[in-house]
């Protein structure tokens, strides 16, 4: 058949469907028939439409995809095969399925869906990624994988990939804060706790931890680790304003810190493993800069971890010195 190729689009979630072969006796209807010039085979794709080509199986988007039938069309006007195929039922794929892929294998089976998709599916699915190691940044075409769903479902729950970045973050604070388990009275152990789950997590999940030193997530996870730190210094006998003091520089410290151990570790290949502070042993010229030279060796040998504990500490150290000094001025001034 010469002329101009005619197609028309299935509808979305059809599989392909085999079609019988049409011949002069296939199909009855009035009238006398329109003789057709005998050619090369029609090509039918029930998958993406049909196809009339002079060379080829398919042309055109078809190729590759769902199953071709061989029609050899004799004697049937093409209005009626035209009307006969389009009112020909259609199946639908089994759930869970997917068609072929034309990206390197010929066919590809979709991961069985996790239940019903939400909000909390989608960001626990997203940390599940996050946690494996050489992971520097989440896919959300590989979160769709995970959870056997369009990537582009997961934004009817999140209104972008930032939305969920911030989740995620809050998550894993949340997670920090349910860590805690020393008695309200042991504010110094209550802080170290939370520090140490803090980094812990963030390190675990650094393409998520990294975003907390530029990223306020305003959730609830956030909310309640800002009220452990403040009950923590209220403990301690601070006034108002060295509750607020001590809080600031404790959440400085514990966030700079972990977002700072959690981009070492993306860089680094997404290992996992804290080191040093300096990427490289620091090196100066003796006559410029004295001191940088002399304790060059000593400054490459500062770690990660030690430096945050020891900020920890000395935060915690200065929180307990001047709970004491107002203690005995109220007690001087009673």
Wanted: with cysteine; charged share 20%; proline share 6%.
């Amino acid at each position: 058949m010469s002329g101009p190729a005619c197609s028309w689009a299935s509808a979305a979630g059809t599989r392909p469907v085999m079609r019988p072969p049409l011949t002069s006796t296939a199909v009855s209807f009035s009238g006398s028939p329109v003789p057709v010039k005998t050619g090369p085979p029609v090509r039918i794709s029930s998958a993406w439409g049909m196809r009339t080509s002079s060379g080829g199986c398919c042309a055109g988007r078809a190729r590759g995809r769902g199953s071709c039938v061989d029609a050899n069309v004799r004697g049937v006007t093409v209005s009626t095969a035209l009307t006969t195929l389009m009112t020909m039922p259609r199946v639908a794929p089994p759930r869970g399925t997917m068609r072929a892929k034309k990206v390197g294998t010929m066919s590809t089976t979709a991961p069985a869906k996790r239940g019903r998709l939400d909000r909390e599916t989608i960001i626990a699915a997203a940390l599940e990624i996050t946690a494996r190691d050489g992971v520097k940044a989440l896919s959300v075409r590989e979160l769709g994988q995970l959870l056997g769903a369009d990537p582009t479902a997961i934004y009817r729950h999140v209104r972008n990939k930032d939305e969920l970045v911030l989740a995620m973050l809050d998550r894993l604070e949340s997670r920090a804060v349910e860590s805690v388990d020393a008695p309200e009275a042991e504010w110094e152990a209550r802080l170290r706790q939370l520090g140490e789950a803090t980094v812990q997590l963030f390190s675990a999940h650094p393409a998520v931890g990294v975003e907390a030193i530029v990223a306020t997530t305003h959730g609830p996870g956030e909310r309640a680790a800002v009220e452990l730190i403040l009950r923590a210094f209220q403990e301690a006998g601070l006034d108002d304003a060295g509750v607020v003091r001590h809080y600031s520089l404790f959440a400085q410290h514990m966030m700079a810190c972990s977002a700072g151990m959690a981009r070492s570790i993306t860089e680094n290949g997404g290992t996992g493993r804290l080191g040093p502070w300096f990427d490289t042993v620091p090196t100066a010229d003796p006559a410029v800069h004295p001191l940088l030279a002399r304790y060059a060796v000593q400054l490459g040998e500062l770690q990660d971890l030690e430096l945050f504990r020891s900020g920890l500490k000395l935060i915690t150290e200065s929180a307990k010195r001047e709970g004491l000094e107002r203690a005995q001025q109220l007690a001087a001034g009673a």
